[in-house]
C-alpha cells in the first residue's frame, strides 16, 4: 500500500480525551482532505488543505482541528469536543490542475472508536 | 451546495444479472463525476468516471451515462460476479473541485 498512509488503523478514546490521527503522503500531491464515514450516510468532508500551511473547513468541522506544516502530512486531531467520534475516517489526496484533477487517491483509513 | 442523492440505497442482484444505481444532484456547473467501490473495511477506489462533455462511457463491464440537463449519472454493472459484492459511492464536484458523495449503495450480488 503505497502513496497515502494513515495510522493507526485501530484507535480507542477515552471521555475527555484529545487524539490525533495520522495521514502521510508520497505522491507530491497539493491538495489533501479529512472524510468521516458512518454507515449509511457516504463520505461527508471534515477539512481540506489545498496548500502547505492554509487549509478549510468542511461540512462537518465541529470538534476537529488539523494542520498542513509539510506538505506530505495532514494530521487531524478529534477534540474532546466531537460527542460522537465513533467512525471510520479517511484521508484522501489529489493534484488539481493536473491530468488526475480531482481524482481522489484514499488511505486505508481508521477505524476510532469511544471507550 | 451540490446535494447529492443516491438510489438505491441497497440492490440485491443474481450473478449474471445487470446492476444500475442512479445519482442525482442539484448544481447544473458541475462537470466532474466519478464512481467509487469500497470493499468491507477498505478505502474506496475510482472505478470509472465522466465528465460533462460526455454523454456515456465504458469499461469492460462497467458504464456510466450522464444526463446533464435532468441532472442525473448512473453505474451500470453488466454480467455481475461474486466480486462485484461492495458499497458504491457517486460524487460530484463543486465549484472548486471538491467532491460530493452520495450516501452509496450496497450491492450483494447471489450466486
Known amino acids: 500500500d503505497g502513496g497515502i498512509t494513515q495510522s493507526p488503523k485501530y484507535l480507542f478514546r477515552k471521555e475527555g480525551q484529545n487524539v490525533t490521527l495520522s495521514c502521510e503522503q508520497n505522491?507530491?500531491?497539493?491538495?489533501m482532505y479529512w472524510y468521516r464515514q458512518d454507515p449509511g450516510q457516504g463520505l461527508r468532508l471534515i477539512y481540506y488543505?489545498?496548500?502547505?500551511?492554509?487549509?478549510q473547513k468542511g461540512d462537518i468541522a465541529e470538534g476537529y482541528s488539523v494542520s498542513r506544516e509539510k506538505k506530505e502530512s495532514f494530521p487531524l486531531t478529534v477534540t474532546s469536543a466531537q460527542k460522537n467520534p465513533t467512525a471510520f475516517y479517511l484521508c484522501?489526496?489529489?493534484?488539481?490542475?493536473?491530468?488526475?484533477?480531482?481524482?481522489?487517491?484514499f488511505g486505508s483509513g481508521t477505524q476510532l472508536s469511544v471507550l | 451546495g451540490e446535494n447529492v442523492e443516491q438510489h438505491p440505497s441497497t440492490l440485491s442482484v443474481q450473478e449474471g444479472d445487470s446492476a444500475v444505481i442512479k445519482c442525482t444532484y442539484s448544481?447544473?456547473?458541475?462537470?466532474?463525476f466519478p464512481w467509487y467501490k469500497q470493499e468491507l473495511g477498505k478505502r474506496p477506489q475510482l472505478i470509472i468516471d465522466?465528465?460533462?462533455?460526455?454523454g456515456e462511457k465504458k469499461d469492460q463491464r462497467i458504464a456510466v451515462t450522464l444526463n446533464k440537463t435532468a441532472k442525473h449519472f448512473s453505474l451500470h454493472i453488466t454480467e455481475t460476479q461474486p466480486e462485484d459484492s461492495a458499497v458504491y459511492f457517486c460524487?460530484?464536484?463543486?465549484?472548486?473541485?471538491?467532491?460530493?458523495f452520495g450516501a452509496g449503495t450496497q450491492v450483494v450480488v447471489t450466486p
Open positions: 484522501a489526496s489529489s493534484q488539481p490542475h493536473s491530468a488526475t484533477n480531482e481524482k481522489l487517491f
Open positions: 460524487a460530484v464536484s463543486d465549484s472548486w473541485g471538491k467532491l460530493q
Open positions: 448544481d447544473s456547473a458541475s462537470n466532474y
Open positions: 488543505s489545498q496548500i502547505v500551511n492554509d487549509f
Open positions: 465522466i465528465r460533462s462533455n460526455v
Open positions: 505522491l507530491n500531491h497539493d491538495a
